[in-house]
């Protein structure tokens, strides 16, 4: 088992300025390893090394940048099998779908590799004969990255690959929860030549971590993926720096379901993204709004598709649905099913913690679903399938717009004018038609409202990382 340290420097530190965090695995809730603790003192380190690392960084072309990512990529590639161990161990997903995560991760990587190659500047036609307006594009300076547990490789690729990239340095604070997919990604990197000083890593209290690096002048950009909670917090302070932001924040996917879908398509697809890595996921399928004729056919289906879910260890290959990944999340969810069925949601499917070792949840099914439960309006981020029943589009529509975020959305139906009405009416930052696959390397990612700012992937991804230098020369 992989023992992660902080990295500074290249180098290992295996204790922290504030002693040491226990790393859990949430299948069996036994202790894993005491990680180091870091503070202030690491983030002021940590910050001082990526301003040197930017300059040097920054410095190296495009093209060489280019081969170190790509080399990365490789390493990471050749490194599947263990990776995924450790990324189920310390976040509890199924092997094969932590597999997955991790290889995606390497496209990102490669994927930002090529892109950063083609940061192209442009020449604007000057309005007199003698001058020329230049722009170019230049790296923002050294980064602050936040990210979460719940795809603790994907959601700091999205991150480190554009602003490698782009030339920056970055500082990582990947979630306490799982530290060891953070460190094998950085080990990649330097192993593959990228210099010492342009990755730093380190976590251990996030508040006077992320209150340190916004704060000191080395840091230039903060991003984070995380709750809107501490989206508030981070752009908050950052926007006091001055300094720029992008937050990947929550949401509360709708699915609108309208009376033309094809049920039998849709009922297997939403039972596996909605139980996908436990419902711990920012885009993950949350509000079914169902029109009237299908909905006893939509929530029976989805019961008996939820039943059928293999729950238990990830590390076991059977295993469809692993744990929660922490204790906190096995409480959220059982509160937010209480208040539900206390307000009257029927229950179609699961309803309990399993056993009493692990933080495991049966795959739930609540329908009858209203907007005065809190499930309705609080990103559950857990197994709960929420089922309401709608008169028509509109009303879905309104049900759909209700919340104040705005991440994915998703829409079933097989009638073009019905896709569009949709398309035009949803507010979110991206809507999936007859499928549940949004995130990918090479399209922008993000939401609007108070699901964040900013987008992660595809042409948008870098131009994060970026910033323009106009140069205006008069020829003599
Ligand atoms: P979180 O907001 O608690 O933590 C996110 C990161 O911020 C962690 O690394 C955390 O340690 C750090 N952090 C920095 N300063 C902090 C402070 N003052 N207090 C607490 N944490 C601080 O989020 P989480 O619980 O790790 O992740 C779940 C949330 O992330 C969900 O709301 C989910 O929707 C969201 N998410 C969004 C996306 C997206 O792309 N939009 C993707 C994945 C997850």
Redesign the pocket.
């Known amino acids: 088992m992989t023992r992660p340290t902080l990295i500074l420097n290249g180098e290992a530190r295996d204790t922290g300025s504030l002693g040491t965090l226990p790393l859990m695995d949430p299948a069996t809730e036994t202790e894993i390893a005491q990680i180091p603790k870091a503070g202030r003192a690491e983030a002021i380190e940590a910050a001082r090394l990526a301003a040197e690392g930017f300059a040097e960084w920054s410095a190296v072309s495009p093209f060489e940048r280019s081969k170190i990512l790509r080399a990365a990529a490789a390493i990471m590639r050749e490194q599947a099998d263990a990776a995924a161990g450790d990324m189920t161990r310390e976040q509890g997903k199924p092997l094969a779908q932590a597999r997955g995560e991790w290889m995606v991760s390497a496209d990102c990587l490669e994927w930002f590799a090529e892109e950063g190659r083609r940061t192209y500047g442009r020449l604007v036609p000057s309005r007199a004969a003698n001058m020329t307006w230049a722009v170019h594009q230049r790296p923002v300076g050294p980064v602050a990255a ?6 603790p490789a994907f ?1 700091v690729m ?1 991150k480190l690959a554009p602003a490698l990239a782009a030339g920056c340095s970055v500082v990582l ?5 799982t530290p060891m997919t953070a460190w094998r990604i950085c080990r990649a990197l330097l192993d593959a030549g990228l210099p010492p000083k342009a990755i730093g890593l380190i ?1 251990g209290d ?2 006077e ?3 340190t690096l916004i704060k000191v002048p080395e840091i230039r950009k903060v991003s ?8 508030r ?2 752009a908050s302070a950052a926007g006091h720096e001055l300094k720029k932001v992008t ?5 509360h996917a709708p699915v609108i379901i309208a009376r033309d879908a094809d049920l039998s398509q849709l009922v297997p697809l939403a039972a596996e993204w909605k139980f996908r890595n436990t419902g ?4 993950s399928p949350t509000r079914f709004l169902v029109e009237t004729p299908l909905y006893d056919d939509f929530v029976a289906g989805m019961a008996e598709a939820a039943a059928k879910i293999t729950v238990g260890n990830g590390a076991d290959p059977k295993t469809a649905m692993g744990p929660l990944t ?1 204790a906190a ?1 096995l409480t959220k969810v059982q509160g937010l099913y209480d208040d539900a069925v206390a307000k009257g949601a029927r229950v179609a499917a699961g309803g309990e913690r399993i056993g009493n070792q692990g933080w495991f949840f049966a795959p739930t099914v609540l329908a009858d679903m209203t907007a005065d439960m809190r499930a309705m309006n609080e ?1 559950p ?1 857990g197994p709960l399938a929420l089922v309401a029943k709608v008169d028509n589009i509109d009303a879905a529509l309104a049900e759909a717009n209700r919340l104040p975020v705005g ?1 994915a959305s998703y829409a079933f139906t097989e009638n073009s004018t019905t896709r569009h009405r949709i398309a035009s009416g949803i507010k979110a930052g991206m809507l999936g038609v007859n499928h549940f696959a949004l ?1 990918m390397p090479e399209t922008p ?3 609007v409202l108070d ?2 700012m900013g987008s ?1 992937g595809g042409m948008e991804g870098i131009s994060a990382y970026l910033t323009p230098f106009l140069v205006t020369a008069r020829e003599s």
């Open positions: 936040f990210t979460p547990w719940n795809f959601t999205q604070k990947p979630a306490e929860e976590w996030p508040a971590i992320s209150d984070l993926t995380g709750s809107i909670r501490v989206g917090l981070l937050m990947e924040l929550g949401g711990q996921v920012c885009v922490t999340q990103e981020f991440l995130a990612f993000g939401g699901s964040g992660e």
